[in-house]
């Protein structure tokens, strides 16, 4: 029930196209839903993060859609660019976080 | 800037050793964190800590154990290292209440 389950494993777009990832989710106990972006080399960053009481966030290019009844909610990118490719993780909270399994974003030229 | 480093960036070992793990922040953070990352497990919690000399255990604290003699350092111990060990492993630290965690660039760990 703490699990987080990310899809897909790994996912290829060309510039310009909009890469969804989505994550699931159980434990109804889960308060707070952030996206870490991660690059070659470096560790996690915080990119985007919504709570449950809202059901879209959009911060530039990013875009979190939440869907509270479905257990579920996904990560948008607008206009991808070749600097979006890098690995994407959901989590979820509860007291900690739990971490998806990451999706890898290649954007091609 | 909030900073997190990670004392080294890859770290060979063999099996049997003790192996030490460092990390420092410069934010005066109560709360922080040790995580493995391995491909297709995503980040796995191992120990984290909410203040000095207090430690919980994550979901896969087995064969690791964890040091907090000052509020900026938080050091994570293999006391036997092991092959299933070999792992990028991620120091985070957080402020109080809802703030986000913040992460070093990683340890790449091999164990031989």
Same mark, same amino acid.
């Given at each position: 029930?703490?699990?987080?389950? !990310?899809?897909?494993?790994?996912?290829?777009?060309?510039?310009?196209?909009?890469?969804?990832?989505?994550?699931?989710?159980?434990?109804?106990?889960?308060?707070?839903?952030?996206?870490? #972006?991660?690059?070659?080399?470096?560790?996690?960053?915080?990119?985007?993060?919504?709570?449950?009481?809202?059901?879209?966030?959009?911060?530039?290019?990013?875009?979190?859609?939440?869907?509270?009844?479905?257990? !579920?909610?996904?990560?948008?990118?607008?206009?991808? #660019?070749?600097?979006?490719?890098?690995?994407?993780?959901?989590?979820?909270?509860?007291?900690?976080?739990?971490?998806?399994?990451?999706?890898?974003? !290649?954007?091609?030229? | 800037?909030?900073?997190?480093?990670?004392?080294?960036?890859?770290?060979?070992?063999?099996?049997?050793?003790?192996?030490?793990?460092?990390?420092?922040?410069?934010?005066?953070?109560?709360?922080?964190?040790?995580?493995?990352?391995?491909?297709?497990?995503?980040?796995?919690?191992?120990?984290?800590?909410?203040?000095?000399?207090?430690?919980?255990?994550?979901?896969?604290?087995?064969?690791?154990?964890?040091?907090?003699?000052?509020?900026?350092?938080?050091?994570?111990?293999?006391?036997?290292?092991?092959?299933?060990?070999?792992?990028?492993?991620?120091?985070?630290?957080?402020?109080?209440?809802?703030?986000?965690?913040?992460?070093?660039?990683?340890?790449?760990?091999?164990?031989?």
């Amino acid at each position: 029930q703490q699990q987080v389950k !990310q899809s897909p494993q790994s996912l290829i777009v060309q510039k310009g196209g909009i890469p969804i990832i989505n994550c699931a989710y159980e434990n109804t106990a889960f308060d707070y839903f952030p996206w870490y #972006q991660q690059f070659p080399g470096k560790g996690p960053a915080l990119l985007i993060a919504i709570r449950p009481d809202v059901s879209e966030k959009k911060e530039g290019r990013f875009t979190i859609s939440f869907n509270k009844s479905a257990k !579920q909610f996904s990560l948008h990118i607008m206009d991808s #660019q070749p600097g979006d490719s890098a690995t994407y993780f959901c989590a979820a909270r509860t007291g900690k976080l739990i971490f998806g399994q990451g999706t890898t974003l !290649q954007v091609k030229p | 800037d909030v900073k997190v480093t990670q004392s080294s960036r890859y770290l060979v070992k063999r099996t049997g050793e003790k192996v030490f793990l460092e990390c420092v922040q410069d934010m005066d953070h109560e709360n922080m964190f040790w995580y493995r990352q391995d491909p297709g497990l995503g980040l796995r919690l191992i120990y984290f800590s909410y203040d000095v000399k207090m430690k919980e255990k994550g979901d896969i604290p087995e064969g690791y154990s964890v040091s907090r003699e000052k509020k900026e350092r938080f050091s994570l111990i293999l006391e036997s290292a092991s092959t299933n060990q070999t792992s990028m492993y991620l120091c985070a630290s957080q402020g109080s209440g809802n703030q986000p965690q913040h992460f070093g660039d990683g340890t790449r760990l091999s164990i031989l």
